[in-house]
Every structure is written in C-alpha cells, then in structure tokens.
C-alpha cells in the first residue's frame, strides 16, 4: 500500500506537470493564433485601400475601417497573452509602432481618394512608403511568429517527456499493483486453502457449526472470568495495597494533598476495576446464582444508563446448571448493551421467571424498534446481523432453548426460553467453580 501510496502521488505529481506543459502549449497556439488574426486583419485594411483606389467603390471604405477598427482588439489581445515574456512583449511594442506608421499611411491614402481628386503620383508615394514599412513590419511579424514556434517546439518536447514519465509511472504502477495483487491472492489462496481444509474437518454437519460456536462461546466466556479474577486478584489487590499505603502516608502527613488526592485516585481506579471485573464475569452468578445476579446488573444498568429499569423476577427461581445460568445471563448483558447504543428508550422491562418445566427471559424497551426487514432476515437465516444477535441465538441453541425477537415501532423484546432443571446449590457452585 505504501509504494501504491507513493506511485499514486509521483504519478499525480507528474500529471499535474504534463497539465501545466500542456497549458503552456495551448498558450503557445493562442499567441500564434493572435498573431495570425492580427496579421489578417492587417491584410485586409491593406487590401481594402487597394481595392478602394483601384475601383472606387465604397464598399471597400467601409471594409477598410471595419479592419482597421479591429486592429487595436487584436494588438491588445497579443500584449495581454505574451505579458509574461519579456523579448515578446518588446516586439509587441515595436509592432504597435509600425503598426501606427503604417495605419497613417493606409488612412492618408484613403482620406486623398475619398476626399481628393485623382493623384495617381500621391498614391505612388503612399505606396512606397509602405513597401519601406514593410520589411520591418513584417520582420517583426516572423521574429515573433519563431519565437513562438521555439517556445512550441520547446513545449512540445517536454510535453512528451513528461507524458512519457506519467505512462512510465502508471505502467510501474499498474505492473506493481498487479504484482502485489497476485502475491495477495496466493496468499489468500493459501489461507482459503487451509481454512477450507480445518473447515472441512470441524463443519462436516450442521451439529458440529453448532459445537465449534458454542465452544467458542464458552472460551470467550472463560477468557472473562479469567479476566476478571485477574483483575480482581492482581490489579485490585495491588490497588488496594497502594491505597493503603497512601493512606498511611496521609496519616502521617496531614496537610499534604497530593496524598489525598491520590488516595481518591486510588480510590476510584479500585472502584473501576471492581466494576470491569464484575461487568466481565459477576462473581454473583457462581455464588448466588442467575436471580441475585440479573437484579444486581440491572440496578448497575440503571445507575450507569440513567434509563428507568422494571425488573421481575420470580422469587422460586431455582439455581440451575452453570452453562444455562451463564448463557441467560450473556443474553441479557447483550442485549442491553444493544438497548443502550441503538435503540433511545427511556425504559427497559426484564422478566425472569420459571414456567412449565422452562426458565423464561424477556428484555424489552419502548424504543424506536428494529426494522422489520433485518428482523426477517434473522429469523430466515441468521444473517445481515451484527455478532451479537446471532452470538445469543447460538448460546441459546446450545442449550436447547428457544430465541425471538419482537420488534415495532413500541419497542423491541427478546424472550428466551430454555427447558431447565433444578440442580442442588453445591452442584451449581461445583459446575462454575470448573
């Protein structure tokens, strides 16, 4: 990506100079063009006085000063285009003088035969004075016409150069991005192939998907409670130990501080770290079970939301197998934490009750919904969902329950239900403790 990253901006750099060459040439053919015009127009005043002399008709009066008027248009037009060159502008200079010589003598000649009688002999006069003003004039015409054509052929050159360079760089570019796109799909190549090779022993049927997500669900749900107990037995014994010793430290000093304020820093990072390791795996759910535990987090929800939370929980609700506590548990932390980021509710419904043999969850809010669309999807085929939803489905399925979600414009609920049995509280325990 970086010599892509590089490649792109010589080439746009490159390009952008091909451009201005470009401009320049363009500007080059405006002056020969302007020059042209001027040269024409010139021409035709020229042509009208000796078409006026020779034949006397006033239709050459008035093409004659239609050119003539057009004159000063062109010359001005030469010196605003040729402004940033110096030895051009001098020779504009020195054409706008000649220019007037010659305008005088053409006038003159018209003015004496419109308004004189026939002097053939005036005329003759008039006629060399121009054949004089000409090879000036007109050496001043070509000396600007070739220094244009050296500057075009100049131009030109470095045109090509540069349109050389940018095909040289977008052809290394191009050669470089096929290389690097051809190393990428060997490389992927080779991961597809081992993947397809590690999938196709771990998903020879629908059963095994399901027990290579469920596991790792439970290495995931592993991974926090090993958090958590690190953070509770490392890093909060060590805070603990740090506040104690600052506040040993304030006893001693009493008007430092810098002690108590790092006694109420410590204070908080422990108060932080309690909250992470609980919010990872709350030891309320090994101890106490799934009832203690959902009341606590939703109290904790409350305080850390500000969202109004109703909470029923049935009094009878047994302690049942640690994989089906945990599994009900991460469907109501996900779904509030979905609750929280998408769904502007100002109130959260929890319901946990036991029912025919069953353990029933519902979590539900009144706020702005899922789209039906998405909601079909998941229910057809788990998909266009983010991992969360289809996470909670997955530990629902492993322990053989029923996942749905209800969803309108009043609001979203997830019900859950799993087929349970009791279990003895040291079985619970033992079951978690493992």
Request: charged share 25%; glycine share 6%.
């Amino acid at each position: 990506m970086a010599l892509l990253l590089v490649s792109g901006l010589l080439a746009g750099f490159t390009i952008s100079r091909l451009i201005r060459s470009a401009e320049w040439v363009a500007h080059t053919y405006d002056v020969r063009l302007a020059l042209g015009d001027f040269a024409e127009d010139m021409a035709a005043v020229a042509r009208a006085r000796t078409g006026y002399i020779l034949s006397g008709k006033s239709v050459y009066v008035s093409d004659f000063d239609a050119a003539k008027n057009d004159v000063p248009a062109q010359l001005q037009r030469m010196r605003n285009l040729v402004q940033d060159n110096p030895e051009q502008q001098r020779d504009c200079e020195e054409l706008e003088i000649l220019t007037d010589r010659r305008l005088e003598i053409l006038t003159a000649s018209m003015d004496l035969q419109e308004h004189g009688p026939p002097n053939d002999a005036a005329q003759t006069q008039y006629s060399m004075q121009l054949s004089r003003v000409a090879p000036e004039y007109n050496g001043v015409i070509q000396r600007m016409q070739q220094s244009e054509q050296g500057l075009l052929n100049q131009r030109i050159r470095a045109s090509d150069k540069l349109f050389k360079v940018v095909v040289g760089l977008l052809c290394a570019t191009f050669a470089l991005a096929i290389a690097l796109l051809w190393m990428h799909y060997r490389f992927l190549t080779a991961e597809a192939g081992e993947r397809e090779r590690a999938e196709h022993q771990a998903h020879q049927s629908e059963d095994a998907s399901r027990r290579l997500s469920a596991r790792v669900l439970q290495l995931q749900d592993e991974e926090r409670r090993r958090f958590s107990r690190e953070l509770h037995d490392g890093l909060g014994q060590s805070l603990t130990v740090a506040k104690m010793m600052a506040e040993s430290l304030t006893h001693e000093n009493h008007d430092e501080t810098t002690l108590t304020h790092l006694v109420s820093a410590l204070d908080e990072a422990l108060a932080e770290t309690r909250t992470i390791s609980y919010l990872l795996h709350p030891p309320l759910l090994d101890e106490l079970g799934l009832a203690s535990a959902t009341k606590w987090y939703m109290d904790g929800f409350a305080k850390r939301t500000g969202i109004e939370v109703r909470v029923d929980v049935a009094n009878d609700v047994p302690r049942l197998p640690a994989a089906t506590e945990l599994a009900l548990f991460r469907v109501l932390q996900e779904s509030l934490t979905n609750i929280h980021r998408h769904s502007k509710c100002s109130q959260v419904r929890v319901s946990l009750v036991p029912e025919d043999g069953n353990i029933s969850l519902v979590v539900g809010d009144n706020g702005r919904g899922i789209p039906a669309e998405i909601v079909q999807r998941f229910e057809s085929s788990g998909t266009h969902v983010g991992v969360g939803l289809a996470g909670m489905r997955e530990r629902i399925r492993e322990q053989g329950g029923e996942f749905r979600i209800k969803s309108d414009a009043q609001g979203t609920a997830v019900s859950v239900v799993i087929p349970v049995s009791p279990v003895a509280s040291g079985t619970g325990e033992l079951e978690a403790a493992t």
